[in-house]
């Protein structure tokens, strides 16, 4: 039996706001990186939350305790499902993340193409990494597609970065 694709065309982010109470606000610096990753990810998305029906939708994301909470709603503001994300599986992640893109900045400055190569494919892989791990933790609740969790990662490393 032949399963067809879905149609996907409004199944999409459309807008995505984030909760001042519990992430807050930060310095210049990293609010233009968080509109940077929200626009990235607003600009081009597969977001398609199980069992709901077609969207488009809306994103805010806030965290509660050791959890991202993804309010997710119609474009209408009508409220389509609540879902809380461990962050424990990317705290080990987005450290080496930011570990490695230092290494990287640094490395543009003084180092060799070779090697300024080899630790940007070094940080590829590991936003590989959380964008997969991502993928997973939604699985069954969320269907996202890789470039979709890459942008996802991105905002949620944004999120825990501290300038």
Known sequence: MSQQEPDDSR???VAVTLDEESIGRSGPDIEHERAIAIYDLV???LF???GVGEGPFTLHIGITGNRLMFDIRREDGSPVMVHLLSLSPFRRIVKDYFMICDSYYQAIRTATPDKIEAIDMGRRGIHDEG???LQE???GKV???FETARRLFTLIS???WKG
Request: positive net charge; aromatic residues 0%; glycine residues 0%.
């Open 143 to 145: 269907r996202i597609d």
């Open 137 to 139: 933790r939604l699985a």
């Open 11 to 13: 199944n999409c982010i």
């Open 158 to 160: 944004v999120l825990h």
């Open 43 to 45: 600009e081009k998305n």
């Open 131 to 133: 964008s997969r791990t």
């Open 48 to 50: 398609a939350p199980e």
